[in-house]
């Protein structure tokens, strides 16, 4: 396989995304090696409550992450709890805010498209065996929670999150979608000592990035295999979150390339594209 060029990690590698309060972009195309994607934090309480924004030419998602809050676009407020979402088109004014502490996770995309507002419910994901399934075996057991996925009309995002047993890998077997979607991974849920290891390679025998990982970061994969794996007695738990490249077109769950040596069984994914 040839070699693509080196990327610079500060480009790919964003340390502790969640340690400041307030609205806070860590992540945007031009800091990094994303084309459309970017990700930030949105962290609240009594120190300050409220912020507010316009979101552009930008679809935007907001998954929350831990608290209650409020968000209130286009002249309604939905309340939020943990592990709800929101799906905002561009060309919004957007208010979040909250009675006691909130966080949030912001993702957003460039868009030509106006698509749908769409508040999902994660007490509705957890119902449907199309949203939330268990992928995997013995070494590489994890759970996949859909959010902002084939449940939403939009151009170019998807999200949801990934828990892994104990020790185990994820995004197993190692597979990649460069050429219809870029994708970032942020940690989360994964108090110390817990970290794990994140792999991102296009040359399958010199990775070019293998990089521990702990709570609050983020590690982006323009393209290539993208496997990682929790250390012992903890387990590994991020968000994921792509972009497609072409609007609409490629906007799909699961449509992805193994490794070759890898190809013994399906990729696990199988389940969120039906």
Not at 142 to 151: F, G, Q, S
Not at 168 to 180: A, I, L, R
Not at 218 to 229: D, R
Request: proline share 6%; aromatic share 10%.
């Amino acid at each position: 396989m040839s070699k693509k060029p080196a990327v610079a990690i500060e480009k790919m590698v964003f340390r502790k995304t969640n340690a400041k309060s307030g609205r806070h972009l860590a992540v945007t195309p031009k800091n990094s090696t994303m084309r459309h994607l970017s990700y930030g934090r949105i962290i609240l309480d009594s120190s300050q409550s409220r912020v507010v924004f316009s979101n552009g030419c930008r679809e935007t998602g907001l998954i929350c992450l831990a608290g209650m809050g409020v968000v209130k676009v286009a002249g309604s407020e939905f309340e939020l709890g943990q592990f709800d979402a929101i799906y905002i088109p561009r060309d919004s004014a957007i208010e979040v805010f909250t009675k006691s502490s909130v966080d949030f996770a912001e993702f957003s995309a460039d868009v030509k498209g106006k698509y749908p507002l769409k508040v999902i419910r994660y007490a509705d994901v957890a119902r449907d065996p199309g949203m939330k399934f268990v992928a995997g075996g013995p070494g590489y057991k994890r759970e996949l929670n859909m959010l902002i996925a084939k449940n939403v009309e939009a151009g170019r995002l998807i999200a949801g999150f990934t828990s892994s047993d104990q020790g185990n890998w994820t995004s197993w077997p190692p597979h990649e979608h460069g050429k219809m979607l870029e994708e970032m991974y942020v940690y989360f849920n994964m108090p110390e000592p817990a970290y794990g290891i994140q792999l991102v390679y296009n040359d399958t025998q010199y990775p070019e990035l293998v990089v521990a990982v702990r709570d609050g970061d983020a590690v982006l994969m323009p393209s290539g295999y993208h496997p990682n794996v929790s250390v012992p007695g903890h387990r590994i738990a991020f968000l994921w979150a792509m972009a497609a490249h072409k609007e609409l077109e490629d906007r799909q769950f699961g449509v992805v390339n193994v490794q070759p040596g890898f190809q013994q069984g399906p990729s696990g994914l199988e389940a969120g594209r039906r």
